[in-house]
């Protein structure tokens, strides 16, 4: 991959990763909020699972944007250093990977209809911004390994 590749995929990939982020956000916050408007949650264990979908995704929200505002102005920062985005790339990847791999136990849809298919919207949202992350990693690692230059040595230098 060039460079010019790498132009290409990786704005478009934390691009990406906001808007999903930002339905994920409004989509868990409403949850959050008709739930403690109500007062009806089918369990503790739901409602301490929406509060992580929102928190990673208010996580991944900020960052991502500031990453592509970065990487849009062209300005070399620390958060458009490709080094700190494989970073924070893993990290937001450990932090919806622990939001997703429980999951939310509303099978039964004994709730409202519509509130079954957010709780599921929620869930599938979450496992779409974790497949994002890897995807962004892995491009990212894969076009890190593939500009490095070979190191050929020679055995007269390590004398």
């Known amino acids: 991959m060039s460079a010019y590749s790498r132009g290409h995929f990786h704005p478009f990939l934390f691009t990406v990763m906001t ?3 930002a339905a ?7 949850l959050i909020s008709v739930g403690n408007a109500n007062g009806t949650w089918p369990s503790a264990r739901y409602h301490a699972l929406l509060i992580m979908f929102a928190f990673n995704s208010s996580w991944t929200l900020f960052f991502s944007t500031a990453y592509c505002l970065y990487l849009f102005d062209g300005a070399v920062h620390f958060l458009a250093n490709v080094a700190s985005s494989v970073i924070w790339i893993f990290l937001t990847s450990v932090l919806w990977a622990s ?3 429980a ?3 509303n099978n039964d849809c004994s709730m409202i209809l519509s ?3 957010q709780t599921f919207t929620v869930e599938a ?3 779409t911004e974790f497949g994002l992350c890897v ?5 990212t690692c894969a076009w890190i390994y593939s500009t490095r230059k070979p190191q050929v040595g020679d055995s007269r230098r390590m004398v």
Request: proline share 4%; hydrophobic share 50%.
């Open 19 to 21: 808007l999903c982020a």
């Open 24 to 30: 994920e956000l409004g989509l868990s916050a409403f």
């Open 99 to 101: 939001a997703v791999v």
């Open 103 to 105: 999951p939310m136990k």
């Open 115 to 117: 509130s079954c298919r």
């Open 125 to 127: 949202l979450g496992w």
């Open 135 to 139: 995807t962004n990693m892995l491009t």
